[in-house]
């Protein structure tokens, strides 16, 4: 298989992650209504576990040694974080809030640019990051559906379909980092840490509020499952090497 034909393939199943999740949450809703809530939540948790996973694991590893300056990746860290506040304040002064579906736009994109780049640079960790990639679409897409059903902005068919238009942006974007990005080893380690800034303001602004529940002590523990399954497959990688 080629390098391009894996690229197309990773990052094409990664998307369908998007709709995938999706449509398991255009499914009625679950009984008792307080499962129902609690597994939301849990979802929720275990999205941003792999976030954190990713984070942690791979993009600030990765982007720190391409930048190949600590204090440089520091700066583009906390600029990522800055640059998706601001996108936020933006959206929430036009009234457009929507924190599941826009933390799932936002990290999709540098995402899969870095993963076309890191293939390119023939990393070991690519394979790694399309999984995590794809864990985290699949919780996303369902807590994106029942957010923007939620509000009443679009009908299910809509959104679905919507959300099956973004799987192609994955295999585009990530050809550009192939073709693109990869030759300049500092701007795809650039790419990864402002992903990797944005995606902390993320957790912690919205994921993680949204994650917590009075009295209830289950849903956190799906951070916790969704960091080890980040850990395992970290794991995993370093045993092949």
């Given amino acids: 298989m080629s390098e391009l034909t894996a ?6 199943g990664a998307g369908a992650c998007i709709p995938l999740g999706g449509l398991l949450a255009n499914f009625e809703k679950i009984r008792p209504a307080w499962l129902e809530n609690e597994f939301r939540h849990a979802v929720i948790a275990f999205g941003g576990g792999i976030l954190v996973a990713a984070v942690a694991l791979v993009l600030v590893p990765e982007g720190t040694h391409y930048v190949g300056s ?3 990746s520091v700066l583009l860290f906390a600029l990522g974080g800055a640059g998706f506040f601001g996108m936020e304040r933006f959206l929430g002064g036009r009234r457009r809030e929507s924190p599941q579906f826009t933390a799932m736009l ?7 640019l870095a993963l076309g780049g890191a293939f390119a640079l023939g990393s070991k960790s ?7 990639i794809g864990l985290q679409n699949l919780p996303e897409g369902f807590n994106a559906f029942r957010e923007l059903r939620a509000g009443q902005k679009s009908s299910r068919g809509r959104i679905l379909l919507f959300m099956l238009l973004l799987v192609p942006v ?3 974007v990530g050809v550009l980092g ?3 990005v990869s030759h300049y080893e500092p701007l795809l380690g650039a790419v990864m840490l402002l992903a990797s800034g944005g995606i902390l303001y993320l957790i912690f602004q919205d994921i993680a509020p949204q994650a917590h529940m009075q009295r209830h002590w289950a849903p956190p523990l799906g951070a916790v499952l969704g960091f080890c399954l980040g850990m395992l497959g970290n794991n995993l990688l370093l045993a092949a090497a």
């Avoid at 690229?7 to 094409?12: A, G, N, R």
């Avoid at 690519?126 to 995590?132: D, G, I, K, Y």
């Fill in 178 to 180: 192939w073709a693109y």
């Fill in 106 to 112: 936002l990290d999709y994109v540098p995402e899969s």
């Fill in 70 to 72: 600590p204090l440089w």
């Fill in 170 to 172: 994955g295999p585009l």
């Fill in 126 to 132: 690519a394979p790694l990051l399309a999984l995590f």
């Fill in 7 to 12: 690229i197309v393939l990773y990052t094409l």
